[in-house]
C-alpha cells in the first residue's frame, strides 16, 4: 500500500522432445483502501517442430496477453472483482487471432496463501472470428481460470 505501484516479473522456460517455450510476465499492482488494481503482461514464444513428410518442419508461435483486473475486499480475507483478458497469437509476424475476456473473480487471502477463480466468456473476437464474433479455432467459449499461490 505504501509503494506507488507494486512490480513485479516473471520468467518461465519449457523444455520439451518437440517444443521449446520461453515466457516473460510485467506485473503491476496497486491497493486504494479496499480495492486492488492490477495489470499484466505477458509473453510467450513457442517452437514447435513437427514431421511432415519425412522432413522436420519447425513452427514458430508469438503470443501476447494483457490482463487487466479490480477486485474489492468484501469480508474478512474475502474479495470479489472483474478481470479482462485480451489474448492474441502471432504466426510469422501476423496477428491470427485477437480475443477479449471479462468476467467475474472471486478471490481468497490468507496470511502465506491465497486462491483466486475467475470465469471469463470470450466477448468478442477483435480478429479471427469463426463463430459469429468469436475466435473458437483457438480459444474456448468460456474460460475459467483457479490460482493459487503460496509463501515458502
Not at 8 to 36: C, M, P, R, S, W
Not at 48 to 71: C, I, P, Q, R, W
Not at 94 to 106: I, N, Q, R
Not at 130 to 150: I, W
Amino acid at each position: 500500500v505504501a509503494d506507488p505501484v507494486g512490480l513485479g516479473l516473471y520468467g518461465e522456460a519449457t523444455l520439451g522432445l518437440n517444443e521449446v517455450e520461453l515466457e516473460g510476465k510485467l506485473l503491476l499492482d496497486k491497493q486504494i483502501g479496499g480495492f486492488l488494481f492490477a495489470f499484466n503482461g505477458v509473453i510467450e514464444n513457442e517452437w514447435e517442430t513437427e514431421l511432415e513428410n519425412g522432413l522436420a518442419k519447425t513452427g514458430k508461435e508469438l503470443s501476447l496477453e494483457f490482463d487487466l483486473g479490480a477486485s474489492y475486499l468484501v469480508a474478512g480475507s474475502f474479495s470479489l472483482g472483474f478481470e479482462m483478458r485480451n489474448l492474441n497469437r502471432l504466426e510469422e509476424g501476423k496477428v491470427e487471432t485477437s480475443s477479449l475476456f471479462a468476467g467475474p473473480v472471486l478471490a481468497y487471502t490468507d496470511e502465506n496463501w491465497w486462491a483466486a477463480l475467475s470465469i471469463m466468456p470470450q466477448v468478442t473476437a477483435f480478429k479471427g472470428a469463426t463463430n459469429g464474433n468469436l475466435a473458437l479455432n483457438d480459444n474456448e467459449k468460456v474460460e475459467a481460470r483457479l490460482l493459487f499461490s503460496f509463501l515458502l
